[in-house]
């Protein structure tokens, strides 16, 4: 098939999505434009608007990707325009008095060539809210991947609560090597894993009390100042919600996705289903959920409790169209790893924890590069 073709049955692919709300399709709205085929690579623009569902885009890359011939999907995602909300959306810096973005919209993700050239993937660990056991599962994914013989690194960009030097039981402070100008931090290593957290450079009980530009700011020191060298996978536990490190890292480098985690309840499935959203919004995919403290069997008498309920994970990740990775159970030797400085996938390989965690690290690996996976 041509690449003239190709073009054209890529353009009857798009112009069969529908917007959910308003009707007619994403090409005749002009949403999407500038649609260019070579050698089996699809590139188009997709111009948002601030009343665009957050799964129209994902929606418009499915339709291309389904397309027999095409061989990968790369999407420009430009932004609203003031006065635009209500009509197509011209071209950036067009249409509306004054330009700029509408409120609520995000900023598209603009990656930085060569920046972690030598890493492989690059995964993002995130959530909608806190003390849903998010930076304990980024920390065994990590560990379970280094356990396989990969190369792996893990970036704690959750600076408010920077939990993975006591996760790993590190202390020290990283070295820095290199001339004045080309100075480089050098991360640590624990079980495996290559390690940069804020927490390394502040002492123990140092708050972390700064604005949104500082994180972002650190976030990118982080990814541009460290020496990270070759990796197949570097896992970044990113902060609870949708805020500056999210969008930061989406902007910054090009990412293989997110890994969301959550509880079984309403509260928690709730805000995730933001999250996913707002990765949506911003044209990056989500990998995948994790389900954690899915229920508590007693040692003592094998009854099994659902204390925060059951059936959320599943239900969202339906919901959503993403995996669910896998379940979590309370676990005691989670606890109990992680006061001692050790991912309960190496402090307790063989507890109910341990399987499920590494469990969902091997369906990770499945997800993100699934024929070496299935070797």
Known sequence: MTDQSLERSVISALSAVS??????????????????????????SFHLHSDDPGDLVRMAREAAEGVDGVESVKVNVQLPQTGGATGPAGPPGGGGEGGGLQPGSVPAPTPQPGLLDEV???????????????????????????????????????????????????????????????????????????LMSLGFLLEEEQPAIMRGPLISGILKQFLEQVEWGALDYLVVDMPPG??????????????????????????STGDVRRAIKMFERVNT?????????????????????????????????????????????????????????????VAAPDSAAGKALRAAAQELEQLVEPAVAGA
């Open 285 to 345: 995919r989500v990998l995948g959920l994790v389900e954690n403290m899915s229920g508590y069997t007693c040692p003592h008498c094998g009854e099994t409790e659902e204390i925060f309920g059951s059936g959320g994970g599943e239900r969202l990740a339906a919901d959503m169209g993403v995996a669910l990775l896998g379940k979590v159970p309370l676990d005691a030797a989670v606890r109990t790893a992680g006061d001692m400085g050790v991912p309960t996938i």
């Open 19 to 44: 917007h959910p709300g308003r009707g007619g399709n994403v090409v005749d709205s002009g949403r999407v434009t500038d649609v260019s085929v070579e050698g089996g690579e699809v590139r188009f």
């Open 242 to 267: 949708t805020g500056d490190a999210q969008l930061s890292l989406v902007q910054t480098i090009d990412i293989d996705g997110a890994v969301m985690v959550t509880t079984p309840q309403d509260m």
């Open 120 to 194: 492989e993937h690059v995964v993002a660990v995130s959530s909608g809210k806190g003390g849903v056991g998010k930076s304990m599962v980024a920390a065994n994914l990590a560990a379970a991947l280094a356990a396989t013989g990969r190369r792996v690194g893990l970036l704690d960009a959750d600076v408010y609560g920077p939990n993975v030097p006591r996760m790993f039981g590190e202390s020290r402070r990283p070295r820095v090597t290199g001339s004045k100008g080309q100075e480089k931090i050098q991360p640590l290593e624990a079980h495996g894993v290559r």
